[in-house]
């Protein structure tokens, strides 16, 4: 078996398909991105390089601001509002126990398992001033009336809020199962040295989460960054790009405004962001963890 | 270090990889329906070709339709399909395979089929939005206008598909800019159909007053609001708006007196609350929803949507009462009531690559014959096409039907293409985000004049 691994050719087939994959689904299309990013590509007909053309454009362009904005927001929006909440009710739910941990566990998860378009719709009606539901609400309130939920001023805090329950589910389930995965003995020594549920949480529950938290928050900025389904239904980037987000408005450069390739300049920087949020968030958890 | 910047790197292609996968679920969905409908369609092809056996030995030929009709049984996608299975039936040995797409997928597809090699027969726009890219890409065959002399077209009606006078495609629809109102509504109401803007205004405050909203508007996606402006600027400016628009998009300035009044009058309007509350964010269907139950007094769009007149799932009470006028006259403008916003935008053309460009080039041509997308058109309620389609009145046209003809026969001039597919695409996705700005008063009507100003450079 030992020869077996040790024979070149053995090696090379183990690990070819991988890297043909990675070569041609990842690495290729990347390094055609940057290439069309230095051309004022249509899309169809001649590509002409242009230089760095793309790329002083976008310092410019107040809608690419406008998104990367937004995508900041929302990443902020799942460090600072969903995934505190996710892990607290995680932890409830983990001391529920019995029936009703499952009960709330899939109820929790159902707005994951809804398709995102009709997830999109079911909000849309929600906020739609005229019969949606929200306006009901406010005027079985006596709100006199009607309220634009989407207008230009609150369309982006109702996009964010869709998002961060849309979310909530995923990152719950993840931190569930992070906490079923911590040894009972040690909350039993927690319990027979007196430690009260909230001591409990923070000493022993959020210290072996880490790990946890970590994975689940680098996922949460990615899929920030890379939000473009729900917006897409919802808005799609309206009114005035005000719900504008960066994968958004990258297709509705490369596919609608047929440049694609100033599309693919944003692709270039997109991909920057990622790997320098990435990295950072790397750096930060590394340190914690060394202190 | 190494390893974390390899790590970091290998998370972003992950990223990159994901978006990839994401963008294409959407489309693949709609594609598999295409895909069944076409199997569909073959199978009675098939059926077709042994009904026919032995009428004809000529060689088998297989034409590539790519539509932006994905409903294939009723309106305009069913006179297509009603045209192309009597094509096959005539031509035993000719099989039109057909993919259809809705508008936005269709034309992204279309721009990866450009890359890679087109379907025979297409269907495009002829306006510069969308045709000057693939005309610049040189992938539609040229058609010999003499050929159509005898085709009735409108006089005109050709003109957004040529390119230094050679054609290149051709017209299927006219489309006029209409108010569709309720008639009934306003009987009962006491209110009548506004012969200048002020009363049009005045109008739209008495309906407030009387707790409905006095037009739907589909803000959300931009274009019809852009349209909306058009035929404002048509009051305003005359036959003098082609003219104006063509200058503003070629110097990329877009300051005139004429286009700043009329996005003022576009800004007072929806100021005063002429259109639904968020209609910036609403789309067609809620818009039109508003309007066909009941909650609002007026819809403003196209002539295409004179089939509600016809749509058994609107209430009859409603559907029956339907009519529509043209923008009334604006105070010191040159645009008499008869000059009206009205285009003809979407048609077909044949692929310069098509392996079996004579036949796709015969089958268009049966297409356009007269008594074909007209009158197949015309019975179905579709609306207008671009020939003359005088010789089929049935006379059991629905009043809507009657009424929109006649707007067209009385009309003095017609402006062409709406201001928003004026220029390149980047000035049109440019426009009908920024409209939505300086009509909910976000952004000024000089900031709004630049950024589309800006999209043209």
């Known amino acids: 078996m030992k020869k077996l691994y040790s024979n070149k050719p053995v090696i090379l087939s183990l690990v070819l398909p991988g890297l043909l994959v990675f070569l041609f689904a990842v690495l290729a299309p990347i390094c055609l991105s940057v290439y069309y990013g230095f051309t004022d590509y249509s899309g169809m007909g001649e590509a002409r390089l242009i230089g760095f053309d793309n790329y002083a454009n976008l310092f410019h362009d107040s809608a690419f601001g406008r998104s990367l904005k937004n995508s900041l927001l929302l990443a902020i929006g799942f460090i600072c509002i969903q995934h505190p909440l996710a892990i607290l009710v995680a932890a409830v739910l983990d001391k529920l126990q019995g029936k009703a941990e499952g009960i709330f566990r899939c109820i929790y998860f159902i707005p994951n398992v809804i398709s995102v378009a009709v997830i999109a719709y079911l909000w849309k009606f929600i906020y739609n001033p005229d019969f949606g539901l929200l306006n009901n609400i406010a005027k079985a309130f006596g709100h006199p009336g009607k309220i ?9 805090w109702s996009v964010l809020i869709v998002l961060i329950w849309h979310g909530f589910g995923w990152g719950m389930l993840i931190y569930y199962t992070g906490i079923k995965n911590i040894d009972p003995v040690l909350y039993e020594a927690a319990s027979i040295d007196g430690a009260n549920w909230w001591t409990t949480f923070m000493r022993i529950t959020l210290p072996m989460m880490k790990p946890v938290i970590q994975i689940n928050v680098t996922m949460a900025i990615i899929s920030a960054l890379k939000q473009m389904e729900t917006v897409y239904l919802l808005t799609n980037g309206g009114p005035n790009n005000s719900t504008q987000f960066v994968a958004n408005y990258l297709y509705q450069q490369a596919f609608k405004a047929f440049k694609y390739g100033y599309g693919n300049a944003i692709g270039v920087v997109f991909i920057i962001i990622c790997v320098l949020a990435t990295v950072t968030l790397n750096t930060i958890f590394k340190d914690k963890q060394e202190a | 270090m190494k390893k974390k910047w390899t790590a970091a790197l290998l998370a972003g292609a992950m990223t990159v990889s994901m978006l990839v996968g994401c963008g294409s679920t959407g489309d693949s969905e709609t594609a598999s329906e295409s895909v069944q409908s076409d199997t569909k369609g073959q199978e009675k092809v098939e059926a077709d070709s042994t009904a026919n056996d032995g009428a004809s030995s000529d060689e088998e030929i297989t034409i590539k339709l790519f539509s932006n009709l994905p409903d294939r049984k009723n309106g305009q996608g069913l006179v297509e399909q009603m045209i192309i299975d009597e094509y096959m039936d005539a031509n035993p040995n000719v099989t039109i395979e057909v993919e259809a797409l809705d508008e936005e997928a269709y034309k992204t597809k279309f721009k990866a089929y450009a890359m890679n090699g087109m379907p025979d027969v297409v269907s495009i726009w002829g306006q510069p939005s969308f045709l000057d890219e693939v005309l610049d890409a040189g992938v539609l065959a040229e058609l010999n206008e003499e050929d159509y002399l005898d085709y009735s077209f409108i006089a005109g009606s050709l003109d957004g598909f040529k390119k230094d006078d050679k054609l290149y495609g051709l017209p299927r629809n006219t ?148 009519r529509a006028f043209t923008m009334p006259t604006i105070d010191g403008g040159k645009g008499k009531a008869s000059d009206i916003a009205a285009w003809n935008g979407g048609g077909y053309a044949v692929s310069a690559n098509s392996q079996v460009k004579d036949e796709a080039i015969k089958f268009l041509n049966y297409m356009y014959q007269p008594d074909k997308l007209s009158k197949y058109g015309w019975e179905n309620g579709v609306g207008l096409s671009a020939q003359d389609q005088t010789a089929y009145l049935t006379g059991s046209e629905t009043e809507l039907q009657k009424q929109v003809m006649d707007i067209l026969k009385n009309a003095g001039s017609i402006s062409g293409t709406p201001i928003n597919d004026c220029g390149p695409s980047a000035f049109k996705t440019a426009i009908e985000s920024e409209i939505q700005g300086v009509s909910n008063g976000s952004t000024s009507v000089d900031d709004f004049l630049a950024a589309i100003g800006a999209a043209c450079k």
Do not use: H
């Open chain 2, 175 to 322: 489309d006029i800019m209409l108010f569709y109102y309720n008639q009934k509504m306003f009987d009962d109401n006491g209110w009548k159909v506004p012969a200048t803007y002020e009363e049009l205004l005045s109008l739209c405050g008495d309906i407030q007053a009387a707790g409905i909203t006095p037009v739907a508007m589909d803000g959300g996606d931009g274009w019809p609001m852009a349209c909306f402006l058009t035929d404002i600027m048509v009051k305003i400016a005359g036959t003098d708006y082609a003219d104006i628009v063509s200058k503003a998009v070629a110097a990329g300035d877009f300051n005139a007196p004429e286009i700043q009044q009329a996005t003022q009058i576009l800004v007072q309007s929806a100021d005063a609350g002429m259109f639904q509350i968020g209609y910036d964010s609403q789309d067609y269907g809620t818009a039109m929803n508003l309007f066909t139950n009941g909650q609002a007094a007026m819809f403003c769009m196209g002539s295409w949507e004179c089939s509600m007149a016809l749509n058994e799932d609107i209430a009859p009470e409603i559907r029956d009462n339907i």
């Open chain 1, 148 to 156: 634009n939920w989407l207008s230009q001023q609150n369309a982006i």
